[in-house]
């Protein structure tokens, strides 16, 4: 019908009297095989419940982003307030509901190119490149309004949040998150 496919395919050659006179060709549809790769490329990178990038991710492009083309270079971590306290009275499917709800929050708040992983259970941080830190306390306050407004089971949204700023190449981008971490 026209459609592609991905394929894996094995080329034997035919030899009549020491010389190559065609092949035989197979072809193997691979469909499923290539979806599992995906699957698992796709959750290497990507937090399972949230859909948003892991602690992995976060840590490759905290590397590739430290450059000075980048600076101002902001970053935002951030805690989820009272989501031990929703999964031990209503269960981890609840907290669940309402970690990703928050995410969804997180996410309208920010850029498209800002990239934000769920680095622990209720732990979230933001890079922010060519971001200075006056740019990150209207950020925050965006972040802080979409969160106030998601709930779930009478349980209202609420995160703390802290942020750095690296102004000098020669700053180290772990420590800018430490202080991050620390403001939170």
């Not at 092949?23 to 790769?37: G, L, P, Q, S, Y």
């Amino acid at each position: 019908d026209g459609t592609s496919f991905p394929v894996e395919y094995r080329l034997k050659p035919q030899i009549i009297r020491g010389k190559i006179s065609g092949a035989v060709i197979t072809f193997m549809d691979i469909t499923d095989r290539k979806k599992a790769e995906d699957r698992i490329k796709y959750l290497s990178y990507h937090d399972p419940v949230t859909g948003l990038y892991n602690q992995t991710y976060m840590y490759e492009e905290l590397n590739r982003m430290d450059v000075e083309r980048n600076l101002p270079f902001s970053v935002i971590v951030g805690d989820i307030n009272g989501l031990k306290l929703t999964n031990d009275i209503f269960g981890h499917e609840a907290g669940d509901i309402l970690l990703k709800k928050i995410s969804q929050a997180i996410t309208r708040s920010c850029r498209a190119d800002d990239i934000i992983a769920r680095v622990g259970g209720d732990e979230f941080t933001i890079l922010l490149p060519n971001t200075s830190g006056e740019d990150v306390v209207g950020l925050i306050e965006r972040i802080h309004n979409e969160v106030n407004k998601e709930e779930y089971q009478a349980i209202k949204g609420s995160i703390s949040l802290g942020t750095a700023t690296k102004m000098d190449i020669n700053e180290d981008l772990k420590e800018v998150l430490k202080v991050a971490e620390e403001e939170m």
